[in-house]
Nanobody, 123 residues
Framework: QVHLVESGGGLVQAGGSLRLSCAAS????????MGWFRQAPGKEREFVAA????????YYPHSLKGRFTISRDNAKNTLFLQIDSLKPDDTAVYYC????????????????WGQGTQVTVSS
């Protein structure tokens, strides 16, 4: 079993930055891909970023590349998401996930999810 706990969300003004964290516990993560997704009210869950725990390879959707940076601290089993130049459209609940997806951007291919952390960006 894998337990994921996100933190670092909050209310921020447009143009600001946030760093989200996801603390992972349970099974070892060397075989997992770790991802960040977000979901705004009334919208589907959207892929934000992913990283291979073994290789460190990172993945981003083309639409979000540039303002989002995923990273991990293997020793502390912690995943991070740096978000810069925040926009009101970034307002959503941000989730971290772990699994062995064939498609890193496909939510249902991840096995474990955190409870989410709210990010609200004011204009």
């Amino acid at each position: 079993q894998v337990h994921l706990v996100e933190s670092g969300g909050g209310l921020v003004q447009a143009g600001g930055s946030l760093r989200l964290s996801c603390a992972a516990s349970g099974r070892t993560f060397s075989r997992y891909t770790m991802g960040w997704f977000r979901q705004a009210p009334g919208k589907e869950r959207e892929f934000v970023a992913a990283v291979s725990w073994i290789s460190g390879s990172t993945y981003y959707p083309h639409s979000l590349k540039g303002r989002f940076t995923i990273s991990r601290d293997n020793a502390k089993n912690t995943l991070f998401l740096q978000i810069d130049s925040l926009k009101p459209d970034d307002t959503a609940v941000y989730y971290c996930a772990a699994g062995q997806p064939r498609g890193v951007g496909v939510p249902h291919e991840y096995d474990y999810w955190g409870q989410g952390t709210q990010v609200t960006v004011s204009s």
